[in-house]
């Protein structure tokens, strides 16, 4: 018996092993990776222009504000803009438009940058509306006492007799930090009840975000919600926000630009998720004001304007698709020599920097010219790690997709798209070391197209947007 079942696995071992070979995935000749979009259903749906927000400064002179600066605005098709910009958010009176140091004495005038009112025009041109970062700090100008909570109502009379009821107001700005006045989370969350209160006495669609935290800290962002829930005060609150920054670089270390940061960042995201909903607040949103590949240190430019913090940029707002609610880059108007700036206000008229255009690209990619119009997110697998590609993919409202491929490896590979069904065309641009540094903008990319696939040539530390129709 044990003689017959030893001939019968002997003559069935061919079969075994060509079976076991057959079963083991390999790559398909002449194509490395394969991405596949699912059209079956929506992960998400979402405003696309919220991903795509714009910080703008109260620095910036309103000279610069024209024609070009709205044309360069509109490409990045942010629907919300936020104001005034930044650290000098607890430091700044809107009234008055003076801005002190953080201990609030010395008041300067800073009627050369962008009031108020010219922040209100901008917004009408370019079609977006108001994020303010309101100063929770009462103060004391020329004798006269400044309350912050009279002061933010005003600020919401304001918005709703400009048509701009619902407008999303922060609550001051990384209020964690000690390069910022100090309060702790029970102070901050006291005055953040009665900012808001007040804001939503106005203005009952006024959306609240707190608590700005300068980072990934949830022992700030803990300690705001239970001080909220202690208070009864949760109902108050619409939207966390808090920053990301990719890194720390500084001629005291080794750090550079982190392409593994932004799947870090989706971790972020989704414990902050959880913390929302097992307080049974999956009604709350998430907000990143501000976010960009890297901190630089003073005399440190190690990253800076490479091709890297371009691919981190596209990536952090592709992960944002999938996990925030809206996100903001840091920052748009700003001199070019700065890092972190994707419109260089030195230049007369303001130009692009190398950066504009990595979010430029994921931005026309993932949104209709209207970037308002909600879209669907959809599932994207592919047979390679994170680590080497990425990829995002939208439904839009007149049924085209939107793909945003990442190549963040050192060479070229053949990408494979499967699409939900036969396109009737796909057009694509890429945007890789060449174009970065030339900076200018994305160049077209050929496509093959057979069926159901798209197939590109994807250059190594490259972004690709198809566009499906």
């Not at 001939?7 to 790559?27: D, M």
């Not at 000098?88 to 009112?117: L, P």
């Amino acid at each position: 018996m044990k003689k017959r079942l030893l001939i019968r696995l002997f003559l069935l071992l061919p079969t075994l092993l060509l079976t076991r070979c057959q079963s083991t995935s390999s790559p398909e000749p002449g194509v490395d990776v394969v991405v596949t979009v699912s059209g079956s259903s929506a992960l998400r749906e979402l405003e696309p222009g919220l991903l795509l927000g714009a910080n703008l400064g109260a620095w910036v002179s309103n000279t610069k504000l024209g024609a070009t600066t709205q044309d360069l605005f509109k490409a990045l098709r942010p629907s919300v803009a936020r104001f005034p910009g930044g650290n000098m958010s607890n430091n700044y009176c809107w009234v008055t438009q003076k801005v002190s140091g953080n201990d609030h004495v010395q008041w300067d005038d800073w009627s050369w940058g962008i009031d108020v009112g010219q922040y209100v025009a901008f917004l009408k041109a370019i079609d977006c509306v108001p994020m303010f970062s309101l100063n929770p700090f009462d103060h004391t100008i020329d004798g006269e006492a400044h309350s912050a909570v009279s002061e933010a109502a005003d600020l919401a009379r304001l918005f709703v007799a400009e048509s701009f009821a619902g407008a999303y107001y922060e609550v001051g700005n990384e209020n964690d930090g000690s390069w910022n006045p100090m309060l702790s989370i029970n102070e901050y969350t006291d005055r953040f009840i009665l900012l808001m209160t007040a804001v939503k006495a106005v203005d009952s669609s006024a959306r609240s975000m707190g608590p700005v935290v300068s980072g990934y800290n949830m022992t700030w962002i803990n300690g705001f919600l239970n001080r909220l829930q202690s208070l009864g005060a949760l109902d108050l609150l619409d939207w966390v926000s808090y920053h990301h920054y990719g890194g720390w670089i500084s001629n005291s270390n080794q750090n550079g630009i982190d392409l593994n940061d932004p799947q870090d960042f989706g971790g972020e995201l989704e414990t902050i998720r959880n913390a929302l909903a097992s307080r049974g607040l999956s009604r709350v949103k998430i907000a990143v004001t501000e976010m960009n590949a890297a901190i630089w240190d003073e005399g440190c430019t190690r990253g800076q304007f490479t091709i890297e913090q371009g691919l981190w940029l596209a990536d952090a707002l592709g992960v944002s698709l999938m996990k925030a609610d809206a996100a903001n880059v840091w920052i748009h108007l700003h001199p070019g020599a700065d890092p972190h700036s994707l419109i260089d206000d030195g230049a007369t008229p303001p130009r692009p920097t190398k950066n504009y255009w990595p979010v430029a690209l994921p931005a026309q990619t993932l949104s209709s010219s209207d970037a308002a119009v909600p879209v669907e997110v959809l599932a994207v697998t592919l047979d390679a790690e994170p680590s080497v590609v990425t990829g995002y993919a939208v439904r839009k409202s007149d049924g085209s997709l939107g793909v945003l491929l990442i190549n963040k490896g050192d060479r070229s590979l053949e990408v494979a798209v499967d699409l939900p069904a036969s396109p009737r065309g796909v057009t694509a641009r890429r945007l890789g070391r060449a174009e970065y540094d030339a900076g200018s903008g994305p160049a077209q990319l050929s496509v093959r197209v057979e069926l159901r696939r798209a197939t590109i040539t994807l250059p190594a530390t490259s972004m690709a947007g198809l566009e499906v129709r």
